[in-house]
């Protein structure tokens, strides 16, 4: 089964940053907003990541 470079990098910081940041994130005295951080980091790496596939399809 052949997963794509960006996809690999995607899911193994996925993997990372869930590990990392579940306490930070889900911390009571912390702000409403801290979740919301981490899904923008993913998504910004994803479209980070899937940059170069895209221009290749032009």
């Known amino acids: 089964m052949y997963i794509p470079p960006s996809t690999l990098i995607f899911l193994v910081f996925t ?3 869930f590990l990392l940041s579940v306490d930070w994130a889900l911390n009571a005295d912390g702000a409403w907003y ?5 899904c923008f980091a993913v998504i910004a ?6 940059r170069e596939q895209n221009a290749d399809e032009l």
């Open 15 to 17: 993997y990372l940053l």
């Open 34 to 38: 801290r979740p919301f951080i981490i």
């Open 45 to 50: 790496l994803a479209a980070w990541a899937y």
